[in-house]
T-cell receptor, first 109, second 114 residues
Framework: KNEVEQSPQNLTAQEGEFITINCSYSVGISALHWLQQHPGGGIVSLFMLSSGKKKHGRLIATINIQEKHSSLHITASHPRDSAVYICAVTSGTASKLTFGTGTRLQVTL | DVKVTQSSRYLVKRTGEKVFLECVQDMDHENMFWYRQDPGLGLRLIYFSYDVKMKEKGDIPEGYSVSREKKERFSLILESASTNQTSMYLC?????????????FGSGTRLTVV
């Protein structure tokens, strides 16, 4: 079993839909990261959080430390949101990231 | 904005060649990382470094070595490239643990070994 599990693996949505991507982890963490990877490979860090909720534009990330679970929400989705979204955690005093396998999101018109 | 620059976007090398992948960051980050990304396996850590001349093995170090002679530069070396090292390679950097620990990634190098 992977230390970081994401669901769903693939997601197709119509423009305007509200999207939720889930991440569960099995280890104690110091922080959880949500990353976005567009075709072509470059990865952008969206959020780093260790408690509560963060919001940036149409993106919202929440984390429940007791349940070891995080969600990434996209409101009013748009085709330009199409990408792979990756959940990753850091734990202990190490700075290493442990990654989920990603959620491929396709938003259609 | 912190920038992490990888020297090549695409690289084609022959089996047995020595390959250097270069990564440079411009924000004085202590930590630097090399990952490879393969379909179905996600991102896996090859090596990381938390200071000049310091390095630690990640999850899949076999067949690779690294060099960090200056704080801003972290090189990944494939001593004798093999076809199973065909992959997307991503470099990242971050501040030392305990401080704001966001990560910045490079654009990736897609390496093909033929």
């Amino acid at each position: 079993k992977n230390e970081v599990e994401q669901s769903p693996q693939n997601l197709t949505a119509q423009e305007g839909e509200f999207i939720t991507i889930n991440c569960s982890y099995s280890v104690g963490i110091s922080a959880l990261h949500w990353l976005q990877q567009h075709p072509g490979g470059g990865i952008v860090s969206l959020f780093m959080l260790s408690s509560g909720k963060k919001k940036h534009g149409r993106l919202i990330a929440t984390i429940n430390i007791q349940e070891k679970h995080s969600s990434l929400h996209i409101t009013a989705s748009h085709p330009r949101d199409s990408a792979v979204y990756i959940c990753a955690v850091t734990s202990g005093t190490a700075s290493k990231l442990t990654f989920g396998t990603g959620t491929r999101l396709q938003v259609t018109l | 904005d912190v920038k992490v620059t990888q020297s090549s976007r695409y690289l084609v090398k022959r089996t047995g060649e020595k390959v250097f992948l270069e990564c440079v960051q411009d924000m004085d980050h202590e930590n630097m990382f090399w990952y490879r990304q393969d379909p179905g396996l996600g991102l896996r850590l090859i090596y990381f470094s938390y200071d000049v001349k310091m390095k630690e093995k990640g999850d899949i170090p076999e067949g690779y070595s690294v060099s960090r002679e200056k704080k801003e530069r972290f090189s990944l070396i494939l001593e004798s490239a093999s076809t199973n090292q065909t992959s997307m390679y991503l470099c990242a950097s971050s501040l030392f643990w305990g401080r704001e620990n966001g990560y910045t990634f490079g654009s990736g190098t897609r390496l093909t070994v033929v």
